[in-house]
């Protein structure tokens, strides 16, 4: 899942960005409300939610919420301030937030306020994500098939990279995914993974995805990108 961090503060920021990585969230952090328009604007930011702080140079978090509901974006919006007082509460929702956290705050509060969100939402993920007999394991950072008869590995564990490649190619079996749709979505903004380092992290996956007994399952399209082709079961060699 990619968010975008609207932060100012840069060791908040920078910790954030951090933190909510570890978890296995692909991470744009934005230091102005201009610059957080422009990347939620940007036809292949496939944003699933943003964390908006109240306080931003150029355009509030205020304003911004505002102008991503007057555009009917339906992303949604956790508003982070140190504001308490009811209604500046009320002033965040009525703009278009969410939900609204106040600083200071726990880490383990503001995932359960994700993951809060992202049940809300059309994003939402269930525990396991499973195409056919092949499972990805959310709660453990692994993956699994359904289907251990002729001798494989029941499961391998998998790099942040590696999970987030897995997650989107799992979410459309069968699709052709390009280096751009691949890069926006799961790598930063500002990272550069050209098609050499997207092609190294496909090898890994493919590694993995053999040691369960799916060597074949993730076709290049030369010229294009890359296919998931979902897999029947495990077969002898």
Request: aromatic letters at 8%.
């Amino acid at each position: 899942m990619k968010i975008l961090l609207v932060e100012d503060e840069p060791d908040l920021g920078l910790l954030l960005q951090k933190n909510l990585t570890h978890h296995q969230y692909v991470v744009d952090w934005a230091q102005d409300g201009e610059k957080a328009w422009n990347l939620l604007t940007f036809s292949q930011a496939n944003y699933s939610l943003a964390i908006v702080d109240w306080m931003l140079p150029r355009m509030s978090g205020v304003e911004l919420c505002q102008q991503i509901r007057g555009a009917a974006q339906t992303i949604p919006i956790l508003m982070l301030t140190a504001r308490d007082r009811m209604e500046d509460k009320v002033l965040g929702l009525d703009a278009g937030a969410d939900d609204y956290l106040v600083k200071p705050f726990g880490l383990e509060e503001l995932l359960a306020r994700l993951r809060a969100l992202q049940r809300r939402s059309n994003a939402f993920q269930p525990p396991n994500l499973q195409v056919n007999d092949l499972i990805l394991d959310y709660g453990n950072n692994a993956l699994r098939t359904a289907d251990t008869r002729l001798g494989y590995l029941a499961s391998v564990n998998l790099s942040a990279k590696e999970f987030q490649l897995v997650e989107y190619f799992l979410q459309h079996p069968g699709q052709l995914l390009s280096h751009d749709q691949i890069r926006n979505r799961v790598w930063e903004m500002n990272s550069e993974a050209f098609s050499n380092i997207i092609a190294a992290q496909i090898r890994l996956v493919r590694k993995k995805m053999a040691e369960l007994g799916y060597e074949n399952s993730i076709e290049t399209v030369r010229g294009l990108g890359y296919r998931f082709i979902p897999p029947i079961q495990p077969h002898a060699e």
